[in-house]
T-cell receptor, first 113, second 113 residues
Framework: KAGVTQTPRYLIKTRGQQVTLSCSPI?????VSWYQQTPGQGLQFLFE???????NKGNFPGRFSGRQFSNSRSEMNVSTLELGDSALYLC????????????FGQGTRLTVV | GENVEQHPSTLSVQEGDSAVIKCTYS??????FPWYKQELGKGPQLIID?????GEKKDQRIAVTLNKTAKHFSLHITETQPEDSAVYFC????????????FGQGTELSVKP
């Protein structure tokens, strides 16, 4: 069974631009969560999607958004990028909404210059 | 909500020795405690988890113990090998909401041959 796939692996963007990251969950998994990982703040929850609906949201500004498609694939978008948005963005898939087991992808390394 | 504290932040052991990493949590209602291993350039990998209805769980050289009264849980690695070198994270669910995990700050384990 293929694992969680995130694309792209690396991105370099300029301040003020926007970016879209993609995540394909494990086959059969229907819940997707996104996390931001930085050296200073560690792993922080961004949001969770299930059945194309956002179910939980972390404490991030509205510049961070996401969506989920009918095939459970998910995208997250960050608008008006700031230097502090440089981080590893991780996607985790779970079998169902409310499931605590989470399986992570390799992440997308975003650098904002 | 949940708060997770993890100690130590760095741990260096000789190959063959044991390593112990400890986490405390604040929400007495939490009922699921996973441990993740993150190698350089990779996403966190779920290595073992425990639910609140058991006190200990083992999987080969790794084990997790849970003390619900004291609200702490620990990861034990025996007969450490150089390939165990990585950053280890503990986590607990936010208000038992699936898909949202609160992570500890991480422990960088170094196993010296």
């Amino acid at each position: 069974k293929a694992g969680v796939t995130q694309t792209p692996r690396y991105l370099i963007k300029t301040r003020g631009q926007q970016v879209t990251l993609s995540c394909s969950p494990i086959s059969g998994h229907r819940s997707v969560s996104w996390y931001q990982q930085t050296p200073g703040q560690g792993l922080q929850f961004l949001f969770e999607y299930f059945s194309e609906t956002q179910r939980n949201k972390g404490n991030f500004p509205g510049r961070f958004s996401g969506r989920q498609f009918s095939n459970s694939r998910s995208e997250m978008n960050v608008s008006t990028l700031e230097l502090g948005d440089s981080a590893l963005y991780l996607c985790a898939s779970s079998p169902r909404q409310g499931s605590t087991e989470a399986f992570f992808g390799q992440g997308t390394r975003l650098t904002v210059v | 909500g949940e708060n997770v504290e993890q100690h130590p932040s760095t741990l260096s052991v000789q190959e063959g020795d044991s390593a112990v990493i400890k986490c405390t949590y604040s929400d007495s209602a939490s009922n699921y405690f996973p441990w993740y291993k993150q190698e350089l350039g990779k996403g966190p990998q779920l290595i073992i988890d425990i639910r609140s209805n058991v006190g200990e769980k083992k999987d080969q050289r790794i084990a997790v113990t849970l003390n619900k009264t004291a609200k702490h849980f620990s990861l034990h690695i025996t007969e450490t090998q150089p390939e165990d070198s990585a950053v280890y994270f503990c986590a607990a669910p936010w208000e038992n909401q699936g898909g949202k995990l609160i992570f500890g700050q991480g422990t960088e384990l170094s196993v010296k041959p």
